[in-house]
């Protein structure tokens, strides 16, 4: 895969005092050091629309502008994968 290449958008949905979203930001950390892409990360508590939508799913990583799921609760590599390839 081409390091120099920037990739789509993504978003983790969480919340701050949850221990499998701070382990899917790490875990997406780590993919960075292969692969170039930007991630943000959005506390559900701050919107109510967001948290009756994702509160029993987060962590949640989807991709924007379309909101499409990747993955949840754990980040799924290959579900990652399957998406920055779909892209470039």
């Known amino acids: ?44 508590d701050v919107d109510p629309v967001l948290a009756t939508r994702y509160n029993d799913k987060i962590p949640v990583l989807v991709t924007l502008p379309d909101e499409t799921e990747i993955c949840h609760h754990f980040l799924n590599l290959q579900a990652l994968d399957d998406y920055l390839s779909k892209i470039r």
């Open 1 to 44: 895969m081409n390091k120099n290449r920037e990739a789509g958008k993504l978003v983790v949905y969480g919340r701050s005092e949850c221990h499998l979203c701070q382990q899917m930001i790490t875990d997406l950390q780590q993919q960075q050091t292969r692969i170039v892409f930007d991630f943000a990360v959005i506390d559900i």
